[in-house]
Antibody
Framework: QVQLVESGGGVVQPGRSLRLSCAAS????????MHWVRQAPGKGLEWVAV????????YYADSVKGRFTISRDNSKNTLYLQMNSLRDDDSAVYYC????????????????WGQGTLVTVSS | QSALTQPASVSGSPGQSITISCTGT?????????VSWYQQHPGRAPKLMIY???NRPSGVSNRFSGSKSGNTASLTISGLQAEDEADYYC????????????FGGGTKLTVL
């Protein structure tokens, strides 16, 4: 069965960096676009970024552009989110989610989600 | 990248039907048939309930249906059950200055 398991969350000071990982199993990882979606405590969902099936293209929300980098290693079935220059308002549960297709042309339906990893930015 | 507009809360009694609206613009909801709806119970990950405006994934009850008119999409839940009480989010593909996804602010459904 499809499984997505996030890791790497924790408490970090403002301005510092953190890298999240999402280990995928139960499907052909290299065939699907993958997304990060976050949810601040008590708030709604916010889309963060997407990477196409082969890593050829990446798109970001304006709120994280220039600070966050999405990447993937298809040989390890793993998705990453490198978060730099973290701010208080980046505090959230970060979910990785599988797109229903490869190429986001267009798309953006998330049929499987991980359980999330909590990132807390605080001094 | 403005969020789509949803009512903060809706409620209904068991057996009744409710509808949740999701209003966007011609750049997102009105411009593409790529509207999705997600159900989220407290402490759980979201679950895809509707995609491509009106399609149900395998395993989702046919009590859930979706539609769209102009810039507004809607989720209807018929025959309300206690387990339907959850937060519901709409989302849409949008192109704008770059390809991305925009979510609604979420609607809390209370089953009375």
């Amino acid at each position: 069965q499809v499984q997505l398991v996030e890791s790497g969350g924790g408490v970090v000071q403002p301005g510092r960096s953190l890298r999240l990982s999402c280990a995928a199993s139960g499907f052909t990882f290299s065939s699907y676009a993958m997304h990060w979606v976050r949810q601040a405590p008590g708030k709604g969902l916010e889309w963060v970024a997407v990477i196409l099936y082969d890593g050829s293209n990446k798109y970001y929300a304006d709120s994280v552009k220039g600070r966050f980098t999405i990447s993937r290693d298809n040989s390890k079935n793993t998705l990453y989110l490198q978060m730099n220059s973290l701010r208080d308002d980046d505090s959230a549960v970060y979910y990785c989610a599988r797109d229903v297709g490869c190429c986001f042309t267009p798309g953006g339906h998330f049929d499987y989600w991980g359980q999330g990893t909590l990132v807390t930015v605080s001094s | 990248q403005s969020a789509l507009t949803q009512p903060a809360s809706v409620s209904g009694s068991p057996g009744q039907s409710i509808t949740i609206s999701c209003t966007g613009t011609s750049s997102d909801v009105g411009g593409y048939n790529f509207v999705s709806w997600y159900q989220q119970h407290p402490g759980r990950a979201p679950k895809l309930m509707i995609y491509d405006v009106s399609n149900r994934p395998s395993g989702v009850s046919n009590r859930f249906s979706g539609s769209k008119s102009g810039n507004t999409a809607s989720l209807t839940i018929s025959g309300l059950q206690a387990e339907d009480e959850a937060d519901y989010y709409c989302s849409s593909y949008t192109s704008g200055s770059t390809r991305h996804v925009v979510f609604g602010g979420g609607t809390k459904l209370t089953v009375l």
